[in-house]
């Protein structure tokens, strides 16, 4: 996920739009900023693209999914589900807000299982709240009936696959809201930065409202709008929104890079017996950020990551004992280890994380390998890589 690799001229002319005016705010001093609203033209364009009625930027992607879960009317004690394998901004962004997540298996496509989804749906369920992990996604329409079923809200994070689609559909676009981040390391970057897109008008007009303490956005004077209920400060800055519209332009040329070099890769590491890969559902392409393959055990997998990481070959992760991505790393939320007391709907309605049975995600995750995909790699360097990450496998198979 390379936005990093590729900051260049164009990003330091929009920044320098906005540092020669030095109005950094994404609202208001319409008179001084010589008609740059970055922020602004970065929504309406992410929109198009995205095939989206509405979005909205803010600071980062954890924001984003904040401001979501928010604009749904997503309160305390309403159950969200997630899955058990994602990013810890999953958890931190439901319990920001009260309500309580229920961490349910993921299957071989890397993401919630809509077996795991369906059994623990309770009258408290809201949400549910799919991640689509390493550039593919999960099984949207079978999510999407099961939503539709319980009457619950889809929230697709997309933070680690924009540009991927189901159904000829841009990955956000098919839930009823989808949630992007422009962090450092993500497809493209602001800096930091998020977005949330939807064609609901009520949620992007909550959203709008709930990013900016509430604020109506009727008028052109700040201190005299109105707010129909409060909100916090997501804001993001006109600064991290340049950065943004530069990359945006550039996301069309990532992908294509990123196709090409996982495709070398990926016809190398097919010619290993043994080797499986990550199930993309029917219907979805990948955006092809990282390659993500299955070995036949959990102790072979291990080897297998170690022999590739010897070998000299660098950014393969073996997510299994990730401290931020897979459960098995998270003693803080199995503890509930929270700075301040926690409200009383989260201490009586959250699993016992210590206790449950996520024996079916530790199967999948203890076998998962994901190569992270480059841009800045020439030819003869991915075929070099795919040759030693060949070799390194073979030698523990
Ligand atoms: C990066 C990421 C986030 C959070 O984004 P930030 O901008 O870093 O806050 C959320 N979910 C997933 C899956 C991510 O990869």
Request: with cysteine.
């Amino acid at each position: 996920m390379p936005g990093f690799e590729i900051f260049g001229a164009e990003e330091r002319k929009q920044v320098n739009d906005v540092l020669e005016t030095g109005v950094l705010m994404r609202y208001g001093f319409d008179g001084m900023r010589n008609n740059h609203w970055k922020a602004k033209e970065f929504e309406t364009a992410f929109a198009k693209r995205m095939d989206s009625e509405y979005c909205q930027l803010v600071s980062s992607g954890t924001a984003a999914l904040t401001v979501a879960l928010a604009s749904a009317e997503i309160g305390a004690g309403d159950e969200v589900i997630m899955p058990t394998f994602t990013f810890v901004a999953s958890f931190e962004s439901i319990l920001a807000l009260g309500a309580v997540p229920i961490l349910v298996d993921i299957d071989d496509t890397l993401t919630l299982d809509p077996k795991a989804v369906e059994a623990a749906i309770t009258p408290k369920t809201k949400c549910v709240m799919p991640v689509h992990m390493c550039g593919s996604m999960a099984d949207l329409k079978a999510l999407k009936t099961i939503c539709n079923k319980h009457n619950l809200i889809l929230l697709e994070d997309a933070c680690q696959a924009l540009g991927g689609t189901y159904e000829g559909k841009p990955l956000g676009s098919y839930g009823d809201l989808g949630c992007f981040s422009f962090d450092y390391v993500k497809t493209i970057t602001c800096g930091e930065g998020g977005a949330i897109i939807t064609n609901n008008k009520k949620y992007a007009q909550n959203a709008d409202h709930y990013q900016d303490h509430g604020h109506d956005h009727i008028g052109t004077d700040r201190g005299a709008e109105t707010h129909p209920f409060w909100g916090y400060n997501f804001r993001i800055s006109e600064l991290n929104a340049a950065v943004g519209l530069a990359q945006l332009d550039k996301l069309d040329g990532i992908l294509n890079i990123q196709k090409q070099n996982y495709t070398i890769l990926r016809e190398a590491l097919e010619t290993i017996e043994g080797i499986t890969f990550r199930r993309v559902p029917e219907g979805g392409v990948e955006n092809y950020s990282f390659l993500n393959f299955f070995l036949p055990t959990e102790e072979l997998t291990k080897k297998a990551h170690k022999a590739i990481s010897e070998s000299g070959v660098d950014a393969c992760f073996y997510w299994y004992t990730n401290n931020w991505h897979y459960i098995k790393g998270w003693e803080h939320l199995k503890n509930l280890k929270s700075l301040g007391n926690l409200s009383s709907e989260v201490k009586s309605q959250m699993q016992d994380l210590n206790n449950t049975d996520f024996s079916k995600s530790d199967a999948i995750m203890g076998r998962t390998i994901s190569s992270l995909i480059k841009i800045g790699w020439t030819e003869k360097q991915v075929r070099d890589r795919a040759e030693a990450m060949k070799k390194a496998i073979a030698s523990v198979l």
